[in-house]
């Protein structure tokens, strides 16, 4: 087991440490705890699923429906009650309110999960693939925009994605989607910036970029109406902002 098979196992591991003693996952423990890498990867997985289980917690429910529900159990010792004040009506429809909110939570929830792992999937290349050469007019249009200092990266880039991919910009794979990256330079620092379509886990809108570092390499990770970008580099999160 390689460690980019012990992630996939150790993602759906949950922060309450109840699934310690599960067959499926000892490997992947085992390596976390031999791996120095894996195990700081695998301390920010499980702090970063703590801070999600807290945001759903605070999920906010209907003012005054605690009262009820209290109420409903009040009436419970009286012989004949209208029906829905009983506890297990109050019972279910605060289970109902809680669903709701999950549904409506769970779109940018799963947004920025997605987001994350795009950041370090952008991060290992540039830390660990060693040449990033490609040939074609398509890298040296998306280096000439992203190389212009009198331009923002944060709004987005007036791409043509296919038009991009066709003419020899570099193509990456990531989740079974075109990555398109180029090396760029600016204010004396070298960056990459990696550009996929927009598609799926990753159509709910968050607000500004998710940064994230990792074995000295820094990402911001963002999006517009078509496309998902991540831009990385090794001096920091403020440099990066700078460009944003």
């Known amino acids: 087991m390689d460690n980019e098979e012990a992630k996939f196992i150790l993602r759906a591991y949950r922060p309450s440490g109840v699934d310690a003693g599960e067959a499926a996952f000892c490997a992947s423990l085992e390596q976390a705890k031999r791996d120095p890498a894996l195990g700081a990867w695998f301390e920010r997985e499980q702090a970063h699923d703590r801070a999600m289980t807290e945001k759903m917690r605070g999920v906010a429910v209907p003012a005054g429906l605690r009262d009820a529900i209290l109420a409903g159990g009040k009436m419970s010792a009286r012989s004949t009650r209208v029906w829905w004040s009983q506890p297990r009506w109050m019972a279910l429809a605060a289970s109902v309110m809680l669903l709701i909110g999950l549904a409506v939570s769970w779109p940018?929830?799963?947004?920025?999960?997605?987001e994350k792992r795009f950041g370090e999937f952008a991060m290992n290349d540039m830390l660990h693939v060693p040449s990033h050469a490609a040939h074609g007019p398509g890298m040296g249009q998306l280096a000439a925009l992203v190389s212009d200092p009198q331009r923002k990266l944060g709004g987005g880039l007036p791409i043509d994605f296919e038009a991009l991919r066709a003419n020899g910009c570099r193509t990456l794979s990531f989740a079974g989607r075109d990555v398109l990256e180029v090396c760029f330079t600016r204010d004396g620092g070298d960056y990459h910036v990696y550009v996929m379509k927009k598609t799926g886990d990753m159509r709910a809108v968050r607000e500004g970029p998710l940064f994230a570092r990792e074995d000295g390499?820094?990402?911001?990770?963002?999006?517009?109406?078509?496309?998902?970008?991540?831009?990385?580099?090794?001096r920091g999160a403020e440099s990066l902002r700078a460009l944003l």
């Open 217 to 234: 390499a820094t990402s911001a990770v963002w999006s517009d109406d078509a496309h998902v970008y991540a831009l990385v580099g090794s």
């Open 108 to 114: 940018r929830l799963a947004a920025t999960r997605a």
